[in-house]
């Protein structure tokens, strides 16, 4: 991995020179960003460093190396980073090398534990031919509540937001998903998918629908508790979900692919939220509305494919779609034009509702409208009065004149 550090407008500084140079806290930010940038069939699965001088065979550089990716392991997978939080709780990571000294490549997978973690040899090599890509996508509806059972004075909203991700994932995953609207067997290979569904148009994409079933639990004295809450967390509006998929996947691949990407687009979502947090403690007795960004997809490559594999990014109300342009050279080191950008698949939530929306559920049980409801109704009536009396007035006028 190169890195290449700005000292001023007019000159670059060379990043580091071994693995033992590298930032961690860098290389977090940068998996982060890329995270959220995935559809949820794909992941960042590791690390690839290249290097023109270094050697990776010796033994110090295979501490280094594990000392980083322990490190970087703790700050994505043990803290509030939320887009790795909704994936494997402890997945292997790929240490992929190349010297172009010795012109070898090593891979290695690394998985984490206590002592500092372990690698093991791993093959790794490329594909000869383009993959055939097919396209599912989902519009999901979202309106959950989500109570806070903290007491403390001052609440620590992203643990909340952890939790509402958890619960958000256990629900997903007790799901049902129909394609096409019909129920189908996720043992099924998508090539005999493919083969039995065959799309009149090549580009059209397979369209998916989750259901939550709602489970009854009436025969299990235990399962039902009230407990008292000190606020909740509302999270409502549509998340539009796309995957892509090979015909060596199944269709439970898929349904597990959709659930990922739906929770990583809520949680790149909440992670924006919360960067933007200058203390992430809030009072008990605050109310906060936000209004997240929406998210727009952007392809990879532009040469002809039929269905291009897309990255998204979101960006807020107000801001133009080049912000991904601008984010796609930064993080993927990708030039993409605005041509390439898909910015109408999520829309703006209409002004008027979201405000009538949160005057609704902050003064519900204020008594203020009904003291505005009382004057409205005394100033209508001194209205009505003075209509009727002119009223009264023109017509004893008119009388007087054409019936003397």
């Known amino acids: 991995m190169e890195i290449l550090l700005k000292a001023n407008e007019n000159e670059l500084l060379q990043g580091p020179t071994s ?28 690390v690839f460093v290249t290097s023109e001088k270094q050697n990776f065979g010796d033994e110090n550089t295979n501490i280094a ?94 643990n909340q937001f952890q939790r509402a991700l958890l619960a958000m994932k256990r629900s997903l995953s007790e799901s049902e998903m129909f394609i096409e ?24 994409n397979y369209k998916a629908t989750i259901f939550l079933p709602v489970k009854c639990h009436q025969y299990n004295e235990h399962s039902v508790k009230v407990r008292k809450f000190n606020g909740t967390i509302r999270l409502s509006g549509i998340i539009f979900s796309r995957i892509w998929c090979s015909n060596k996947n199944t269709l439970g691949d898929v349904k597990r692919y959709v659930q990922n990407d739906i929770l990583r687009s809520l949680a790149a979502r909440i992670q924006v939220y919360c960067d933007g947090l200058t203390d992430p403690h809030v009072n008990n007795d605050s109310v906060f509305i936000s209004e997240p960004p929406r998210r727009v997809f952007f392809n990879l490559f532009a040469d002809g494919t039929i269905n291009p594999i897309q990255f998204s990014e979101y960006i807020f109300r107000g801001e133009a779609p080049t ?14 034009s605005l041509e390439n950008i898909v910015a109408d698949l999520e829309g703006l939530p209409d002004d008027e509702i979201f405000s009538d929306i949160s005057l609704g559920n902050v003064q519900k049980n204020s008594p203020q409208p009904m003291v505005n409801t009382e004057k409205y109704l005394t100033r209508s009536m001194y209205i009505l009065g003075i209509t009727i009396s002119l009223l009264v007035l023109l017509c004893s006028i008119w009388l007087h004149y054409f019936f003397p």
């Open 19 to 46: 693995i033992a140079d590298i930032s961690t806290q860098a290389l977090a930010t940068q998996w982060t960003a890329a995270s959220k940038m995935c559809p949820g069939s794909f992941n960042v699965q590791g």
């Open 65 to 158: 190396a594990k000392k980083m990716l322990h490190e970087l392991h703790n700050i994505l997978f043990q803290g509030n980073v939320f887009c790795t939080s909704v994936d494997e709780e402890n997945p292997a990571l790929i240490f992929l090398a190349y010297s172009a000294a010795s012109k070898k490549a090593i891979c290695q997978a690394y998985t984490n534990d206590m002592t500092g973690g372990s690698f093991a040899s791993m093959n790794c090599q490329f594909i000869d031919k383009p993959i055939d890509w097919h396209t599912f996508e989902c519009c999901y509806e979202l309106d959950e509540i989500f109570p806070i059972f903290d007491d403390s004075q001052r609440i620590n909203i992203e």
């Open 181 to 204: 609207n019909i129920w189908v067997d996720e043992s099924l290979s998508l090539d005999g998918f493919a083969a039995n569904n065959r799309k009149k148009v090549a580009n059209e």
């Open 323 to 336: 912000v991904a342009v601008a984010q796609a050279k930064q993080v993927l080191d990708l030039d993409i």
